[in-house]
């Protein structure tokens, strides 16, 4: 019976040995794990970062490259076989609006015309765009 009882408590010590060992194991397991994910998330953060900056930078890019315009209004003396068409033509700046159709519309709106008749030696008042800022401060 005594050799009985040491080897039922040798084997008893093995089975513990080895519960204790898969215990460590998967404890390492976990940290292992958890280390993957702590890598796994800094990753992202940096890829996320580095998109974010990257976007910023080029749009202030762009914006250099094409500077604000300001909408100006001017008055212009009609000649002798100017159109609404010709005028549209030397004021209409291509980059705001869809078509020369849409500029005049907007001319004879603000000119109060009804038709696209128009005499020579009169003024009409015309939007354009510039680039340059102008204050109507003193």
Same mark, same amino acid.
């Given at each position: 019976?005594?050799?009985?009882?040491?080897?039922?408590?040798?084997? %008893?010590?093995?089975?513990?040995?080895?519960?204790?060992?898969?215990?460590?194991?998967?404890?390492?397991?976990?940290?292992? =794990?958890?280390?993957?994910?702590?890598?796994?998330?800094?990753?992202?953060?940096?890829?996320?970062?580095?998109?974010?900056?990257? &976007?910023?930078?080029?749009?202030?890019?762009?914006?250099?490259? =094409?500077?604000?315009?300001?909408?100006?209004?001017?008055?212009?003396?009609? %000649?002798?076989?100017?159109?609404?068409?010709?005028?549209?033509?030397?004021?209409?700046? &291509?980059?705001?609006?869809?078509?020369?159709?849409?500029?005049?519309?907007?001319?004879?709106?603000?000119?109060?015309?009804?038709?696209?008749?128009?005499?020579?030696?009169?003024? &009409?008042?015309?939007?354009?765009?510039?680039? %340059?800022?102008?204050?109507?401060?003193?």
């Amino acid at each position: 019976m005594d050799n009985n009882k040491v080897m039922t408590s040798v084997s %008893e010590r093995r089975r513990a040995e080895r519960r204790r060992r898969k215990r460590l194991q998967r404890q390492r397991q976990v940290r292992r =794990n958890i280390g993957i994910l702590c890598l796994s998330i800094m990753s992202i953060m940096l890829v996320i970062s580095a998109s974010v900056l990257f &976007i910023s930078f080029s749009s202030q890019a762009r914006s250099m490259d =094409n500077p604000p315009s300001y909408k100006y209004f001017k008055s212009v003396r009609i %000649e002798k076989g100017d159109t609404l068409w010709s005028i549209a033509d030397s004021n209409m700046d &291509i980059e705001h609006y869809d078509n020369t159709s849409d500029y005049i519309k907007e001319v004879k709106a603000m000119n109060a015309l009804k038709s696209d008749n128009i005499t020579a030696g009169e003024y &009409i008042i015309v939007p354009y765009y510039s680039t %340059e800022y102008v204050s109507n401060t003193n």
